[in-house]
């Protein structure tokens, strides 16, 4: 472990030198930036944790599967034999992985946000093992304890310690819009992306996310290419108001307050990428089958 440790520890500091494994690299390396400049054909695919159904990894991903969808987003630190081989057995692409090291990149304590960077570095390699290009990752949360300047200056810290591994693997750290208190207006996530000077560092927009305090057809035509992920996730103002500002979301796919019609237009005139994840959660194989529909839904608007 302390091996391990020191590997990813001297990693990070040297931006040259990087021995990490790069098993699935060659099927992706072609694609980090698509020829066309807009996607033609949008894929679905579903975020994992949002897949609440029992079973195993593979009796997931059959479900999943037959559903309709066509990937899945994984999260990191998973057995990355047990994901592969559910994959593989099931035809399922692996659209983009979500980070869930331990750790805070904003946390007051230098050492623990080296550890934070660390696990980060260990969610790139899952990246790069499982054939895709694309890494959510959450910069940090602004709250009573850390500010807002604090959160920018501990997130960029870390990020930049980041950009070296991500340029050598090839994979695209996409930062995403969470009630996280942090990157509030399109303008300012814009700058947030723009200062690291790197193509490996994106934006990962959640349509239902904004919600609160913006209007994603709007979020998507000023990031533009800056986008290389999407969650498609419904809102609705309405329940919100009536039941308590999380319970918005429990409104179903096209049912809420998101504008389809407006997102898709944005989507069609800006976003490179081909894939398309919902991240609302199913319980039943009959759940992900009506969320896949919907989805269908929206893809026709």
């Excluded at 093992?129 to 850390?146: D, K, M, S």
Aim: contains cysteine; neutral net charge.
């Amino acid at each position: 472990m302390m091996q391990r440790r020191n590997f990813i520890k001297n990693t990070i500091l040297a931006t040259g030198a990087l021995s990490l494994p790069l098993s699935g690299n060659e099927i992706f390396a072609a694609n980090v930036f698509p020829a066309s400049s807009v996607a033609n054909n949008f894929k679905k695919s579903i975020m994992w944790n949002t897949v609440n159904i029992q079973g195993s990894v593979l009796e997931k991903c059959k479900a999943v599967k037959e559903a309709g969808f066509q990937g899945i987003e994984f999260m990191s630190h998973m057995d990355r034999k047990e994901v592969l081989d559910a994959v593989k057995a099931t035809g399922l692409t692996i659209s983009s992985v979500c980070n869930s090291a331990r750790g805070n990149i904003t946390h007051a304590d230098p050492a623990q946000r080296q550890e934070a960077v660390e696990g980060v570095v260990v969610a790139l390699e899952d990246v790069v093992a499982y054939g895709t290009n694309a890494l959510l990752l959450v910069p940090g949360r602004v709250n009573e304890t850390v500010s807002y300047d604090e959160c920018w200056d501990r997130s960029v810290e870390c990020v930049k310690k980041l950009v070296p591994v991500a340029e050598k693997l090839k994979v695209m750290i996409c930062i995403e819009n969470v009630w996280n208190n942090f990157l509030l207006s399109p303008l300012e996530a814009c700058r947030y992306v723009d200062q690291f000077n790197s193509p490996f560092v994106k934006f990962y927009f959640d349509c239902g996310n904004i919600l609160m305090y913006g209007w994603p057809e709007q979020w998507i035509k000023i990031l533009g290419e800056r986008i290389a992920r999407i969650h498609i996730k419904e809102f609705s103002k309405q329940i919100a108001d009536k039941q308590g500002r999380a319970s918005g979301f429990r409104a179903p796919l096209t049912e809420g307050d998101v504008d389809w019609p407006k997102v898709m237009e944005a989507l069609r005139n800006s976003y490179k990428h081909e894939w398309l994840a919902t991240e609302m959660g199913v319980r039943t194989l009959e759940d992900m089958k009506d969320l896949s529909g919907r989805l269908d839904k929206i893809l026709s608007m």
